[in-house]
Nanobody, 127 residues
Framework: QEQLVKSGGGSVQAGGSLRLSCVDS????????LGWFRQAPGKEREGVAI????????YYADSVKGRFTVSHDNAKNTVYLQMNGLKAEDTAMYYC????????????????????WGQGTQVTVSS
């Protein structure tokens, strides 16, 4: 059974940085499509950053391009989200997710395309 376990998150002032980690304790993260999503109060869940760990392709929401970086450590079976230059509008519950299929979906940032989800972790950015 695939289980995604997250760590990181917390509160930071605008302009600060945080790093989120997500360990897959059920399956290997090699050659998989994994990513990060977030949901702010009163808003729908949205895709933030996606990575295919086999080919190394990455995809980002326009709102985070140039500030967030998704990466992967095969040895640790872990996916990371480095968040720099945080803004108040980045405040949300963040989730990691994995696709059952080895390929990334054409709609890479659509939450409905991903079958496995970790628990959310809160990121709060104060201005």
């Amino acid at each position: 059974q695939e289980q995604l376990v997250k760590s990181g998150g917390g509160s930071v002032q605008a302009g600060g940085s945080l790093r989120l980690s997500c360990v897959d304790s059920g399956y290997s993260t090699r050659n998989r499509c994994l990513g990060w999503f977030r949901q702010a109060p009163g808003k729908e869940r949205e895709g933030v950053a996606i990575m295919h760990t086999g080919v190394g392709d990455t995809y980002y929401a326009d709102s985070v391009k140039g500030r967030f970086t998704v990466s992967h450590d095969n040895a640790k079976n872990t996916v990371y989200l480095q968040m720099n230059g945080l803004k108040a509008e980045d405040t949300a519950m963040y989730y990691c997710a994995a696709k059952r299929d080895w390929r990334c979906p054409s709609s890479r940032l659509q939450p409905g395309e991903y079958e496995y989800w970790g628990q959310g972790t809160q990121v709060t950015v104060s201005s």
